[in-house]
């Protein structure tokens, strides 16, 4: 569905996607969106305001998260079908991408709105970007599960992918997610770690999950941390194609 041919009056909900660090990432047409908004749902309101007032932006701010969204989404969809613009906001990057959305997406739809989606930075697509890992097909991941058993069979279910896979990872347990995919995987398989996107202590390491666990077992990790793995070392040979340069016909 387009929402070309509505007038301005009509109401509308957006869902804007902001910086992941540098807060110069914002996008003209994101700014201008949030300008034109008569409220902001933030996932905190408090990062959200520094960005607001960064950029000179006063607008009602109101909360929206992962305890409050059920209550908070036809509270949202009543205002837009009444007319008014709403946006939502994440603390960083696009919402609905291991962030609150989807419910208010899922629930706006069922009402006839059409989401506007005000694209931006992402934390997702700079991984795949700066992995130099093959990235024509791949796979998300987000949050694996810290239960051991669910943990376990995500792992395994990454192992027997066959393509690229990114994953979200607290830095606490980054260390543990490295040596978990490489007794899986095996310690050939490439990775790529990124943390600190677009920040000022940005950083990128690549290498052999085996490489990259011995570089790094002194570190105590810190910051955002994403890690992308390549196929299994077993997985019809692709890693070395992709260290050769070439690719299969």
């Given at each position: 569905m387009s929402r070309e041919g509505n007038s301005p009056a009509d109401g509308a909900l957006y869902l804007v996607a902001t910086p992941i660090g540098?807060?110069?990432?914002?996008?003209?047409r994101a700014l201008?969106?949030?300008?034109?908004c008569d409220v902001i749902y933030a996932e905190d309101t408090r990062r959200t305001r520094i960005l607001l007032d960064k950029f000179e932006i006063h607008k009602k701010l109101e909360s929206y998260h992962i305890f409050n969204e059920h209550g908070k989404a036809s509270l949202i969809i009543g205002r837009v079908l009444a007319g008014e613009k709403a946006a939502l906001v994440t603390d960083a990057g696009m919402p609905c991408i291991a962030d609150p959305g989807f419910?208010?997406?899922r629930e706006a739809v069922k009402a006839g709105i059409e989401p506007v989606i005000v694209p931006g930075v992402s934390s997702l697509t700079f991984t795949v970007a700066a992995s130099a890992l093959p990235s024509d097909r791949f796979a998300f991941y987000g949050f694996l599960p810290v239960k051991s058993g669910r943990r376990s069979a995500a792992i395994k279910e990454i192992a027997s992918e066959g393509k690229s896979v990114v994953i979200f990872e607290s830095p606490y347990r980054v260390?543990?997610?490295l040596k978990e995919l490489a007794s899986v995987m095996?310690?050939?398989t490439l990775c790529a770690v990124v943390r600190e996107a677009t920040k000022v202590h940005e950083e990128v390491l690549r290498g052999t999950l085996g490489e990259v666990i011995e570089q790094t077992k002194e570190r105590n990790w810190k910051g955002e941390c994403i890690v992308m793995v390549g196929p299994s070392s077993g997985a019809d040979g692709l890693e070395n194609t992709f260290l050769n340069g070439e690719e299969e016909e």
């Open positions: 540098n807060l110069e990432d914002m996008t003209i201008n969106t949030l300008k034109e419910l208010l997406v260390a543990k997610l095996g310690e050939d």
